[in-house]
């Protein structure tokens, strides 16, 4: 069964500082997906990047950017010089691959909230 | 540019009312799916349709029947609401996988439907 911890519930920092969201997962697959998605104070789900599990890069855009270790199992998420526009809900995601059997669907962390303060 | 649209956005029903919640998508997306958000839970998976005429449990199916009506639209019924089942209620759809794997599909999400019940 596939799992995503994300340990950190709640972030606080002041504006301008970097801050980095963890996320660990756990599957038995060799080839899955992670996600990450924002959710603002206004409630909807905006999706920020899709990673394979056969590219390790690290991918870098604008102020954000995400560390992928298959090594550790984990999918981070760093924000550099935050703004208060980026306080939000956000949640990291695993799909496994799926070809017509088994289940469908996203299973996601239970999210992190950050605030940042002006 | 309506995306994923979803009806009603709040509900308060009673203990032991029925009722349906709406979502329709016009990206002719091939998959559909039903989440629930609960506080400190996360998104977890209630229903999902991979295709038209199709569906199948997610990982918290109980108190919920689902409709695929037709392609764009995937409807989430309740036929004896619980207090158990407040919560905010998000359709997403999804793009046909790659190859067959569906694993990769990132999702789009509608606004979310806010359901209390007393």
């Known amino acids: 069964a596939q799992k995503v911890t994300q340990a950190q519930t709640e972030i606080s920092v002041v504006e301008k500082e970097d801050v980095t969201l963890d996320c660990v997962y756990e599957t038995r697959d060799t080839t899955y997906y992670l996600f990450w998605y924002k959710q603002p104070p206004s409630g909807e789900l905006v999706f920020l990047i899709r990673r394979n599990s056969f590219d390790e890069q690290n991918e870098i855009s604008g102020r954000y950017s995400w560390n992928f270790q298959k090594s550790t199992s984990s999918f981070n998420f760093t924000i550099t010089a935050s703004q208060v526009v980026d306080s939000a809900v956000y949640f990291c995601a695993l799909s496994e691959a799926w070809t017509g059997g088994g289940a469908d669907g996203l299973t996601f962390g239970k999210g992190t909230h950050l605030i940042i303060q002006p | 540019n309506a995306g994923v649209t979803q009806t009603p956005k709040f509900q308060v029903l009673k203990t032991g009312q029925s009722m349906t919640l709406q979502c329709a998508q016009d990206?002719?997306?091939?998959?559909m799916y039903w989440y629930r958000q609960d506080p400190g839970m996360g998104l977890r998976l209630i229903y999902y349709s991979a295709s038209e005429g199709t569906t199948d449990k997610g990982e918290v199916p109980n108190g919920y029947n689902v409709s695929r009506l037709n392609k764009r639209e995937f409807s989430l019924r309740l036929e004896s609401a619980a207090p158990s089942q407040t919560s905010v209620y998000f359709c997403?759809?999804?793009?046909?996988?790659?190859?067959?794997?569906?694993?990769?599909?990132?999702?789009?999400f509608g606004a979310g439907s806010r359901l209390t019940v007393l």
């Open positions: 990206m002719n997306h091939n998959s």
């Open positions: 997403a759809s999804s793009d046909p996988g790659q190859g067959g794997r569906t694993g990769a599909n990132v999702l789009t």
